[in-house]
């Protein structure tokens, strides 16, 4: 079976990944899907281009062609001022070709063959379902406009061991419309943190002007004043700082806690060594209720893991891994692929 995968990202080992300016959430999930789908016998194309400098080695490319396929799986990309010549806001000298290539990909593959179309942020909209026949899909505990749900995954393995913690606690993330998560778990518990000499650290786009956030520069003003931001870092550079945190909080959009969208963030953290905590805002409390927090009790959260030996540590850990496939087994990547080849059957 030859499957047609459409991202605008990486799709490499962890070690390997070395762009820094550049967002992309699914560096983490990716290669563990890819690796699975070729477990299973599949042969993969890669149909955008490549941006991998070490991809993969049973990865094959073609960003132009339209090779014969058994079946399709894009992670759906939307209109930004890089990739759409009609926003608002284009850039010439930015241009990205990731829409126009997913466009002439599902035009050309319409009705040949099973199409699942991931939408990982919730920008497809009503007029993109009625143009092509797919399978439409989302990363959500409640889709929306008959979209189904398909969460993000793992495989679950410890990628890091065990540390003592530095006094950091940790947000490693792009700023993206989570300035009201921002203020109350990490913004305004600061002051209380500083004085028990625990150091609040960023690290992702905040540094960076956008046309999308003209108020970042003010808001990242304001903030500093308890949060130390940084720049982007590398992939593994980042889980190894994730590493040796007390504990990090998986903050998102509000539309994400009203879906119950799971970002790849809250596996990131199990599988790097941090416990995680998840805000009361997020509809399941994915690492059991002991480890959700709200403005009143996260203090008190982060401050008893920082107390905590490497044992211990690593026992909260396996019980949030616990927790999370007790409550949603789909999030296993087995399962995960499982679903999509039904999907592909529709």
Same mark, same amino acid.
């Given at each position: 079976?030859k499957?047609?995968?459409?991202?605008?990202?990486f799709?490499?080992d962890?070690?390997e990944s070395e762009v820094v300016f550049t967002p992309d959430?699914?560096?983490?999930t990716r @290669?563990? #899907?890819a690796?699975?789908?070729?477990?299973?016998g599949y042969?993969i194309v890669?149909? $955008? *281009? +490549?941006r991998e400098?070490?991809?993969l080695?049973?990865? +094959?490319?073609d960003? *132009?062609g !339209?090779? =014969?396929?058994d079946?399709?799986?894009?992670e759906?990309r939307?209109?930004?001022y890089?990739?759409?010549v %009609?926003?608002k806001?284009y850039?010439a000298?930015g241009?990205?070709?990731?829409?126009?290539? +997913?466009?002439?990909i599902?035009?050309?593959? %319409?009705?040949?063959?099973?199409?699942?179309?991931?939408?990982?942020?919730?920008?497809?909209?009503?007029?993109?379902?009625r143009?092509?026949?797919?399978?439409?899909? =989302?990363?959500?505990?409640?889709?929306?406009?008959?979209? #189904?749900?398909l969460?993000?995954f793992?495989?679950?393995?410890?990628?890091?061991?065990?540390?003592?913690p530095k006094n950091?606690?940790?947000?490693?993330?792009s700023?993206?419309?989570?300035?009201?998560?921002v203020d109350?778990?990490?913004y305004?518990?600061g002051?209380t943190?500083?004085?028990f000499?625990?150091?609040?650290?960023?690290?992702?786009n905040?540094?960076?002007?956008?046309?999308?956030? @003209?108020? *970042?520069?003010?808001?990242v %003003?304001?903030?500093s004043k308890y949060?130390?931001?940084?720049?982007?870092?590398? !992939?593994?550079?980042?889980?190894?700082?994730?590493?040796?945190?007390i504990?990090?909080t998986?903050?998102?959009?509000?539309?994400?806690? =009203?879906?119950?969208?799971?970002?790849?963030?809250?596996?990131e953290s199990?599988?790097f060594?941090?416990p995680g905590?998840?805000?009361v805002? !997020?509809?399941v409390?994915l690492?059991?209720?002991?480890?959700?927090v709200d403005?009143?009790?996260?203090?008190?959260k982060?401050?008893?893991?920082?107390r905590?030996?490497?044992v211990?540590?690593?026992?909260v850990?396996?019980n *949030?891994v $616990?927790s999370?496939?007790?409550?949603? @087994? +789909?999030?296993?990547?087995?399962?995960?692929i499982?679903?999509?080849?039904t999907?592909?059957?529709?």
């Open positions: 079976m499957v047609g995968f459409s991202y605008w990202g799709c490499e962890y070690n959430g699914g560096r983490f @290669p563990i #899907f690796r699975e789908l070729f477990r299973r042969s890669a149909l $955008q *281009q +490549q400098s070490n991809p080695l049973f990865l +094959q490319y960003s *132009q !339209f090779p =014969e396929l079946c399709i799986f894009i759906w939307w209109s930004t890089k990739n759409d %009609n926003h806001d850039v000298d241009y990205e070709p990731d829409l126009d290539r +997913q466009t002439a599902m035009d050309h593959y %319409n009705g040949k063959c099973p199409i699942v179309v991931w939408d990982t942020d919730l920008k497809v909209t009503e007029t993109d379902k143009r092509w026949d797919a399978v439409w899909a =989302e990363p959500t505990l409640r889709p929306k406009n008959g979209s #189904f749900s969460l993000y793992s495989d679950y393995k410890m990628r890091l061991p065990i540390v003592v950091r606690y940790i947000y490693i993330g700023n993206y419309e989570r300035y009201d998560s109350k778990y990490y305004n518990i002051k943190l500083n004085d000499d625990v150091e609040l650290e960023f690290y992702g905040w540094l960076y002007k956008s046309v999308e956030r @003209p108020e *970042q520069e003010e808001m %003003n304001k903030y949060i130390k931001f940084h720049e982007r870092n590398k !992939f593994m550079e980042g889980m190894r700082l994730l590493n040796d945190s504990c990090t998986h903050i998102v959009k509000n539309i994400y806690y =009203e879906n119950g969208l799971i970002t790849p963030r809250f596996f199990l599988s060594g941090t905590l998840i805000p805002e !997020f509809p409390a690492y059991g209720k002991r480890w959700s403005e009143n009790n996260v203090v008190d982060i401050m008893a893991l920082s905590l030996n490497t211990e540590r690593k026992n850990i396996i *949030q $616990q999370m496939l007790e409550i949603l @087994p +789909q999030t296993h990547i087995n399962n995960f499982d679903k999509v080849e999907m592909w059957k529709l």
